[in-house]
């Protein structure tokens, strides 16, 4: 499975530098470390308010008496071009484990020609490519006065391997075969769905040879900034993916939270999950992050004023949510543990 246009776009926004490649092979090896309970947290996007939203969810979880570990997977730097929030998330973020998402990696270590290093598809319009390298240079500004950080985020790994209650799940920030790949895209994951998509037959055959290479029961992303989720039985069991979309923006229209995935060795939905799946008893929830929306708001108004490059692209989102619906990000066969999109705003 690897979705990649017959030509290739060498342009900044839209190249994917070698760098970022790898082979889904190089998730089987020994986990990094092992965890009771994990939230893996993708696309913070600076968002100092969601961390703050995430440590609280830790800290009460752990009142309660369950361990859990946090694992952020990449972009959590975006908008944070003031030196307090660029500080703050960046020393919060790097006492937990972490890897690079496509924002770290070119901020701390410039790719030539790779520009904000998304590798954004052919669908996305030209004009959002563009603001996101204005956004990016931005970002670079800023970090280069904190060459210490730059240091320790050039460091972190492209992705990982961890183990929840025994089982092997994938880290990654984009996809099994790159930091920057779309293949776990909602419209990628659900066959036929767009055009070039790929068909059922090559999905399960894609995914097939990635598991059977990767040796994992799951992967955890983001990166597309929109979630997705796709449960499939496979020659070789019944796997997942799981794309928690951004955890410091809205996701669905009409709500103001994040989202992170919980992997839990615990084989029960937590009450708060969006969508959950149990497999080889191991609990993968949908949380959100139910963040002060109103400061957040008003810290990213500071930092990016109405005409501005970040503005343009993700006021109307970060104020009223994208225009995707959480039916957008399931597989037609989940029926969701929330109905009310309202109710779990």
Known sequence: MNNAAATVDERPGRNCPLAYRYSPAVFNCEPVFEAETLYVVGGLYGNVEALQAVLDMQRFEQEQGREVKLFFNGDFNWFDIDAESFDGINRAVLDHAAIQGNVEAEIAAPHPGAGCGCAYPHEVPDAVVLRSNMILRHLAARAASRPDLLRRLAALPLQATVAVGGQRIGIVHGDAHSLSGW??????????HSPGSAHAGELEAGLAKVFRQANVLAFC????CEP??????????RRLIMNNGAAGMPNFQQTTYGLLTRISAHPQPHPDSLYSFCLNGVCFDTLPIRYDAAAW?????????????????????ITQGP???????????LALRHTDQGAAS
């Not at 992303?221 to 597309?224: I, N, Q, V």
């Not at 708001?297 to 989102?317: D, V």
């Not at 225009?323 to 066969?333: G, H, K, N, W």
């Open 183 to 192: 293949d776990f895209a909602a419209e990628r994951l659900r066959p036929g």
């Open 221 to 224: 992303s983001s990166h597309t």
């Open 228 to 237: 997705a989720a796709l449960d499939i039985e496979l020659a070789c069991g």
């Open 297 to 317: 708001t008003r810290r990213f108004l500071h930092n990016w004023p109405e005409g501005s490059a970040a503005h343009t692209s993700y006021f109307k989102r």
């Open 323 to 333: 225009e995707f619906d959480i039916r957008q990000a399931l597989p037609a066969s």
